[in-house]
C-alpha cells in the first residue's frame, strides 16, 4: 500500500504594524498552525511568543530571495510554512517574490502542490494614515524612494507625474545612512506643481515603541528627521489641516 505524499502549505503574512490587537486574527492562525516560520530577524522577535514550538529561519535584510526560496522549498517538501512580512505582505512586502518563485518552481503532479494563501495585513501607509487623521480620502499613490531595485529615473518619472496629476502621495523608504538625496529630490519635484504650503504628515514606528507624528508643509520637509521608519504623507491641492489633523476631502463638500 503507497501513501499519497501530504501536500503541503505556504501562507505569506503580512503581521501589521507591530501591536498585536492590529494583526489579523487568520495571520495568529496561520503562524500557530505552521511548523516552520521565515522571516527578518525584526518582524520574528515581535511574535516570539508565537514561536516557542515553532522551527524559525532568521535572516537580515537583503536575504530576502533565500528566505523566498526556503519557503517555497519548505511547501513543496509537505511542511506547513509561514513566511512574514511587516505591515502587508503584498505592498512592498514578501508577496510577489514568494508566489514568483512558487509559480516557477510549481509541480504538475497537483496532487501534493502545496497549497498557499496571503494573509492581509495593516499596511505603513493605513497605520500612517489613521495617525495623522484621514489624508487618503481622495486618490492617492505610494511610491518608494529606495533605488536599490527600482532605477532612480523611474522612481523620478512617476514623482513628476502624480504631482502634476495633484495625488496625495505616500512615500515609503524616504531616507536611510547610505541614501539621503532622494527625499530632497522628491521634494523638488513635487514642488514644480505644489505650493510650498502644501501639508506633509511624518509618521514613524507607527503603532510600535517609540511612535513619533508629526505635521509640517512640503518647503519645511527637510528640515525634520527622517529615516527608514518613517512614513512621508504628502497631501493634494485640497489638503487641509484642521485640529491637528491631516484631512484630504472627498468631495461631499461640494455637492451638499
Known amino acids: 500500500m503507497t501513501h499519497t505524499p501530504h501536500p503541503g502549505h505556504l501562507a505569506i503574512v503580512g503581521l501589521g504594524p507591530g501591536m498585536r490587537d492590529l494583526m489579523a486574527p487568520r495571520a495568529i492562525q496561520v503562524i500557530q498552525e505552521s511548523d516552520l516560520v521565515i522571516g ?3 518582524y520574528l522577535e515581535q ?6 514550538d515553532k522551527e524559525i529561519h532568521v535572516s537580515e535584510l537583503t536575504h530576502e530571495v533565500e528566505r523566498a526560496t526556503l519557503a517555497v522549498q519548505s511547501a ?16 512592498y512586502g514578501m508577496a510577489g517574490l514568494v508566489l514568483d518563485l512558487f509559480s516557477h518552481s510549481s ?6 502542490e502545496p497549497s498557499v494563501e496571503v494573509v492581509p495585513g495593516i499596511s505603513a501607509l493605513n497605520a500612517a494614515a489613521a495617525l495623522l487623521g484621514a489624508p487618503l480620502m481622495h486618490d492617492f499613490a505610494a511610491i518608494s524612494l529606495s533605488d536599490l531595485l527600482t532605477p532612480w529615473a523611474t522612481i523620478a518619472k512617476r514623482l513628476a507625474a502624480v504631482a502634476e496629476a495633484d495625488f496625495v502621495v505616500v512615500l515609503y523608504n524616504p531616507s536611510s545612512r547610505k541614501r539621503q538625496w532622494q527625499l530632497g529630490e522628491a521634494q523638488r519635484l513635487l514642488l514644480v506643481h505644489r505650493a510650498e504650503t502644501t501639508p506633509v ?6 503603532y510600535r515603541e517609540g511612535q513619533k507624528v508629526q505635521l509640517t508643509t512640503l518647503s519645511h520637509l527637510l528640515e525634520h528627521d527622517v529615516d527608514m521608519f518613517t512614513t512621508v504623507v504628502i497631501g493634494n491641492s485640497c489638503t487641509r489641516i484642521q485640529q491637528a489633523r491631516m484631512i484630504t476631502p472627498r468631495g461631499y463638500e461640494s455637492r451638499a
Open 40 to 42: 527578518y530577524r525584526v
Open 47 to 52: 511574535i516570539s511568543d508565537l514561536l516557542t
Open 76 to 91: 513543496h517538501a509537505g511542511r506547513r510554512v509561514c513566511i512574514v512580512s511587516s505591515g502587508d505582505a503584498g505592498i
Open 107 to 112: 509541480d504538475t503532479d497537483t496532487i501534493t
Open 201 to 206: 504628515g511624518l509618521v514613524r514606528n507607527a
